[in-house]
């Protein structure tokens, strides 16, 4: 079974600073997908980006991109120009492909503090 | 756009009551899912359909039942509610459509304490 593995409960970074999520998985698989998801106080799930393990670019969604290491089995996210509004928890996710692509499965979580 | 819909928004049960909890989505998606999220866990997927008459389990499926008869339309019932199942319950859906993997739409989540 595929696994993710989110080591750093918590994070915190000054208003305007950049800061880094990281993220590992555990896969036999070729071909999948990687997503982070942030969960702020109003428990809402909202998709920030996401990266097929096909590409070799770096996904980017304005000031969120993340660094994907394929051989490594790394997903860390860079949250650039931080904001108030970007604290919240972050979930890094995992999908398969193929048969496997009905399961998300779902990192521990990082809880990211932006201090003004 | 309503997107997905769960009700309730929070509910208490008592040790062995039964409930249902629902969710519904209007972007004619064939996938819907049902999460728990524990504090410490992240979410873990209790079920899962891929289109109306097709439900099948994920990795927490113990003491939750599901069906899903018409596509809009995936609850999530609890037989006999267990403390264990203190949780936030998030239903999420995405449609099959392509050859891409498209991203979960998640309902906004359901509070349930069982005392």
């Known amino acids: 079974a595929q696994t993710v593995t989110q080591s750093q409960p918590e994070m915190s970074v000054q208003e305007a600073e950049t800061v880094t999520l990281s993220c590992t998985y555990d896969t036999s698989e070729s071909d999948y997908y990687l997503f982070w998801y942030k969960q702020p106080p109003s428990r809402q799930m909202i998709l920030v980006i996401r990266q097929e393990a096909y590409k070799q670019q770096n996904a980017t969604e304005n000031r969120f991109s993340v660094n994907f290491q394929k051989a490594a089995k790394s997903f860390s996210l860079k949250i650039s120009d931080s904001q108030l509004g970007d604290a919240a928890m972050y979930f890094c996710a995992y999908c398969g492909s193929g048969g496997s692509n009905y399961k998300l499965t779902f990192g521990k979580g990082t809880l990211l503090t932006v201090n003004p | 756009n309503a997107g997905v819909t769960q009700t309730p928004k929070f509910q208490v049960l008592k040790t062995g009551q039964s409930m249902t909890l629902q969710c519904a989505q209007d972007m004619n998606h064939e996938y819907m899912s049902w999460y728990r999220q524990d504090p410490g866990m992240g979410l873990r997927l209790i079920h899962y359909s891929v289109g109306a008459g097709i439900t099948d389990q994920g990795e927490v499926p113990n003491g939750y039942n599901v069906s899903r008869s018409t596509t809009e339309d995936f609850p999530l019932r609890l037989l006999s509610a267990a403390p264990s199942q203190t949780s936030v319950y998030f239903c999420?859906?995405?449609?099959?459509?392509?050859?891409?993997?498209?991203?979960?739409?998640f309902g906004n989540g359901t509070r349930l304490t069982v005392t």
């Open positions: 999420a859906s995405r449609t099959l459509a392509g050859t891409d993997n498209s991203p979960l739409h």
